[in-house]
């Protein structure tokens, strides 16, 4: 089937991925049509896998050829287009910015999934979460009717927390690491427009993914309204980014403490995971477990996505020239990322 020439991004607004994308498309000027996953669209794209979204088809494809994963995504549009990079100019910076997104997107999938749907008692509303999820897929519908598709959404997504590591005796270490990422943000935005300077990089659009469905969710968004009176109102500069046009911080200036404190809890808490993670696959395990921030525990199914993770980032740090090396291992001094890294 012909084509009309523009990229297409089949996602939905709940989706942290989708809006990652999206928002990666929108600052790089790219034009897109921002498609809904539901009706034709969703049809047509029925047999795209994994089946998970979004789905892009670039300009020059026909309508059967779709691509998923952000990450690499990310990357391919970097090979497409030279103007507007995400990736910082500076090696260095550019591996840190990666190691963000990766703990943005992974780690902060947890968070976002589970307040998603959390109960009355914890400031969640799972009635009203799940109709905000829903509308616009079901569109103009009765109350009856529009109510059986969000509930039979919820009821299918809740059981699935244990996938995401959404247990019981995660969920104090959940929850305070979701503070300590509002609070770092804050600072990040205190000091700085964006993670590497006065342009957004790939660190900046994995957050934004996951924040931006945490600031849809009362629960979360309850706990944002706490830490940060940035943080909200910066996830509307990244999603539409188009007009920014700023500079990547110079590679001799100090990161700002924002950063720093993400790169420590990168360290201490999301890289000792992907790694419990990696050796608990390596030895044949069906639970991963590590501890944590002076004694809290994180335990689970470990995740095949998640060991891949982290071999994609100790490839990359091999690759790098030993000078920019060197440097990421300055960077990363005093974190503890640098030893589970190397
Ligand atoms: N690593 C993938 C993950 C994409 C993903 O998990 N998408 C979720 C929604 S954000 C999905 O489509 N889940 C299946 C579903 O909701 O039907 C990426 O970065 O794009």
């Known amino acids: 089937m012909s084509t ?21 498309m929108r600052y790089r000027r790219l034009p897109h049509d921002w498609i809904l996953n539901t009706g034709e669209w969703q049809e047509r794209t029925k047999h795209v896998r994994p089946p998970i979204i979004p789905k892009i088809n670039f300009p020059e ?15 391919a549009l970097e090979d497409r287009h030279a103007d507007r990079s995400i990736i910082p100019d500076d090696p260095a910076h550019a591996f840190l910015s990666h190691l963000l997104e990766d703990f943005g997107d992974e780690w902060g999938t947890k968070m976002m999934f589970y307040y998603r749907w959390v109960e009355a008692d914890q400031g ?3 009635d009203y979460t799940s109709h905000l999820m829903l509308y616009p897929g ?11 598709t969000a509930h039979g959404f919820r009821d299918w997504q809740v059981p699935l927390w244990p996938r995401a590591g959404i247990e019981p005796q995660n969920l104090p270490l959940i929850e305070e ?7 770092a943000w804050d600072k990040v935005l205190t000091d700085q427009h964006f993670l590497f300077g006065s342009r957004p990089s790939l660190g900046d659009f994995g957050f934004y993914g996951q924040l931006y469905q945490c600031f849809w969710n ?15 109102p910066w996830l509307t500069i990244i999603d539409d980014a188009s007009g920014v046009d700023g500079e990547w911080l110079s590679p001799d200036a100090p990161l700002g403490q924002g950063v720093k404190d993400l790169l420590w809890l990168a360290g201490q808490v999301y ?5 419990a993670t990696a050796k608990a696959i390596d ?31 100790r490839d990359k740090l091999a690759a790098m020239a030993p000078s920019d090396r060197e440097r990421v291992e300055v960077l990363l001094s005093s974190t503890g990322a640098w030893e589970r890294l190397s």
């Open 271 to 275: 890289l000792p995971y992907l790694d």
């Open 124 to 126: 969640g509303d799972t």
């Open 61 to 75: 494809d026909d309508y059967d050829t779709w691509h998923v994963d952000s990450s690499p995504l990310a990357y």
């Open 177 to 183: 690491m979701f503070r300590r990422i509002v609070r």
């Open 4 to 24: 009309d020439g523009r990229y297409k991004v089949i996602g939905s607004l709940s989706s942290p991925f989708s809006v990652k994308m999206r928002a990666i």
């Open 138 to 148: 079901v569109g103009p519908a009765g109350d009856e009717a529009l109510r059986e």
């Open 218 to 232: 009362l629960a979360s968004f309850g706990i944002m309204r706490q830490h940060s009176k940035r943080l909200v």
């Open 283 to 313: 030895a044949g395990e069906d639970r991963m477990r590590v501890e944590v921030l002076d004694g809290m525990i994180h335990e689970q199914t470990p995740q095949g996505y998640h060991a891949k993770c982290l071999k994609i980032m």
